[in-house]
């Protein structure tokens, strides 16, 4: 058999009942079973109007679509150089791929680099440590990776992906969150029912990212071509059964890393005249150290919003800060202690077999570029310099690198290729979603009375 057959027929084999790698991620001690976490009852509910924690059931027909713990999806074949082939890990050393675990994967500094030094002062060679994504798939064939999280807009991050982790946030008394501060002893404030109230939750969220957040960064075009735009009146009627939500992986391992070039390394403390009431905040000095930014007497996390309402973030570009490329986790009173955020990027894809930029150009409708001057319609002079100073050929650029050397498209934020990932992806968030908000075909659909509150949430009135 040639290595194209043998991928498609490695799939059919499954190897769940002996791959169960990640049952120590489901709870606090690492003992509580998948079943506990993960419940998978059949026949699912048709008639609850509300989510399941872990995404089960939001298809009926394929219930562990976007499910949490599923694997991430290539939108083209992976790309692994080599083809078919619990414990926290020690990756510094250099030789940890050997003498430690196969899941690491050490990133050596280079010769000649401006901040990390290349080597310890007792000779050895320095890495930057590193540990490969969790495997996840249950059949054979190409690696893939867990996502540990749901793949829809559905709030995991305040209530959780799982039935154990909501169980740890949750007081178990007049359905309170641990983080809730009603104030006043005001019971009555959040509608009645803890799943009506974090379905109203979730109904905002998706409200505030398809109207204020998509429009920001794709523009106008991209926004009709995929139907991203929410409804001027009505429901939504483009859900689709057949299609799979889940999380691509050049949107997981790139595409949505865009945000780590818009990061500040200077954080300034205001008052609500927006005046400095203290000195700045230095993030490449408070990674792990979050004792100052709660300092009352400095202007405490109010200061801190206020600052990030008055001060615009970095130009969307390929210059990123010094406190996310050299102090990444820095330990402090270490110098050279940090990691490489953009190195971890770059090595992030490759660890996930995703295919190079060019390859993305060509997917998204751009032409494949043959030279580097190819690249000049979608990228200045010196992003292409730059490129040609690291790559010998174009088609070596890694992904996150040739996104962000692109220039913005008119009326976006982000440039084409990026742009053509992240709506691909929201645009299945949307359509694949059986509880998408504006969605009129699922049972207990919102009332024209509640769905107009969804649809007047903004985000500046949650500030």
């Known amino acids: 058999l040639d290595i194209d057959s043998l991928q498609k027929l490695l799939p059919a084999v499954d190897v769940s009942s002996f791959v169960s790698n990640y049952t120590a991620l489901l709870s606090e001690d690492g003992r509580i079973s998948k079943d506990q976490c993960l419940p998978n009852e059949i026949p699912c509910d048709e008639s609850t109007p509300y989510r399941r924690y872990n995404g089960w059931c939001n298809n009926l027909k394929q219930p562990h679509f976007g499910n949490a713990f599923e694997t991430l999806i290539h939108l083209l074949p992976p790309a692994y150089d080599d083809g078919p082939n619990g414990e926290i890990l020690n990756c510094t050393p250099c030789d940890s791929h050997e003498t430690i675990s196969v899941h690491c994967a050490p990133i050596e500094v280079p010769d000649g680099d401006p901040f990390f030094p290349t080597h310890y002062p007792n000779g050895e060679r320095r890495c930057l440590p590193f540990v490969r994504s969790l495997l996840g798939q249950l059949t054979l064939g190409y690696r893939g990776q867990i996502n540990q999280i749901t793949a829809f807009i559905d709030g995991s991050a305040i209530y959780g992906s799982t039935v154990c982790e909501n169980n740890l946030l949750r007081e178990f008394e007049r359905g309170l969150l641990k983080s809730s501060m009603l104030g006043l002893g005001n019971v009555e404030a959040l509608p009645h029912g803890t799943q009506e109230a974090r379905r109203i939750v979730i109904a905002q969220q998706q409200h505030i990212v398809f109207s204020e957040l998509l429009p920001k960064l794709l523009g106008l075009e991209l926004l009709e071509k995929h139907s991203l735009l929410p409804q001027s009146d009505g429901y939504f009627t483009g859900y689709n059964n057949t299609c799979d939500p889940a999380i691509s992986q050049p949107f997981a391992t790139a595409a949505y890393r865009f945000g780590h070039t818009l990061v500040r390394r200077m954080f300034p403390r205001m008052d609500n005249n927006f005046r ?97 001057e190819d690249l000049r319609a979608q990228m200045s002079s010196s992003a292409i310099s730059a490129l040609k100073s690291v790559y010998d050929d174009v088609d070596d650029i890694d992904l996150f690198p040739g996104l962000t050397s692109e220039d913005p498209v008119k009326g976006a934020l982000l440039g084409p290729t990026m742009a053509c990932l992240i709506a691909e992806q929201f645009a299945r968030l949307k359509q694949c979603d059986r509880f998408y908000y504006e969605n009129g075909d699922v049972a207990g659909q919102f009332t024209p009375g509640i769905f107009l509150i969804c649809t007047r949430s903004y985000l500046n009135s949650h500030i």
């Not at 200061?303 to 330990?331: K, V, Y």
């Not at 995703?354 to 580097?372: H, I, M, S, W």
């Open 276 to 372: 400095p009431v203290s000195d700045p905040i230095d993030l490449a000095s408070h990674f792990g150290f979050v004792e100052p930014l709660y300092n009352f007497t400095a202007g405490g996390m109010d200061s801190i919003l206020m600052g990030l309402l008055s001060t615009p973030s970095m130009a969307f570009d390929r210059h990123i800060t010094s406190a996310l490329r050299n102090h990444l986790f820095e330990r402090r009173g270490e110098s050279a202690s940090g990691m490489d955020l953009i190195a971890i990027n770059i090595l992030r894809a490759r660890d996930h077999g995703v295919q190079p930029y060019n390859d993305f150009r060509e997917f998204c409708g751009l032409k494949k570029a043959k030279t580097f």
